[in-house]
Structures are given as C-alpha cells and as structure tokens.
C-alpha cells in the first residue's frame, strides 16, 4: 500500500482559494487512478475529483468549474486547487489512491491519507 499525506487546509473566507497537496510514499505513475474526497459533519464521505495517471479528470458536479484536480508523477504528487470557495465546501478533505477509473464507491479506494481539514467561513 502507498502512504498518502496531505496538508494546505485551513480557514478561508468566502470566495477565497486554497491548495491542498496529497504527497505519496512511492511512485504514483502506476496506480490506476488518483482522488480527492471530503466528509462533513454528519454527512457521508464523498468524491470530489479524480485524475488518471495520463490527466484525465473527472469532478463531482458541485465542484465542477471551481475546482482544479492536477498531479506530478515525478514528485509523487496530487494537487487540488480550490477557488471560489463557498461555505458549503467546509469539510475533512481525504487524498484516495484509486483501484480503478472511474472510482464508483468508496470500495474502490486502496488507501487513505489522515485527512485536512477546510473551513469556509467569514
């Protein structure tokens, strides 16, 4: 299993911007897929956006448009940029190595990161 950990959460206002970054223990380039979820409080966990090792992406509608998923096979990381930020957005965000493309339930993920957390508020 890679060890995933993320970091670059914290507390922005509305409309703000942040860059989460998902660093792995190993070489990404020959899992199938890379992705980022989050859970809210009281809420199920989730996808927020996954990338393939070739860069194609696929985002949860919620996101589409101000969400950007990227990765660096080199550096062994995933990067997810984040702007607009909206209130609703505040969550535990999780970097997933991915079994499969598309990734359909939770099933498919092979490992977690700890997690990062986002708060949207003014």
């Known amino acids: ?3 995933l950990v993320e970091s670059g959460g914290g507390l922005v206002q509305p409309g703000g911007s ?3 970054s998902c660093a792995a223990s ?3 380039f020959s899992i ?3 992705g980022w979820y989050r859970q809210a409080p009281g ?3 989730e ?4 990338i393939t090792s070739s860069g194609t992406t696929n985002y949860a509608d919620s996101v589409k448009g101000r969400f950007t998923i990227s990765r660096d096979n080199a550096k062994n990381t995933v990067y997810l940029q984040m702007n607009p930020l909206k ?3 505040t969550a535990v965000y999780y970097c997933a190595a991915l079994d499969r493309w598309p990734a359909c339930s939770l099933g498919d993920v092979g490992s977690w990161g700890q997690g990062t957390q986002v708060t949207v508020s003014s």
């Not at 996808?47 to 996954?50: E, F, K």
Request: hydrophobic share 40%; glycine share 0%; net charge positive.
């Open 1 to 3: 299993q890679v060890q």
């Open 18 to 20: 942040l860059r989460l």
């Open 26 to 28: 190993r070489s990404i």
């Open 32 to 34: 199938p897929a890379m």
């Open 43 to 45: 809420k199920e966990r």
């Open 47 to 50: 996808l927020v956006a996954q």
């Open 87 to 89: 209130p609703e957005d």
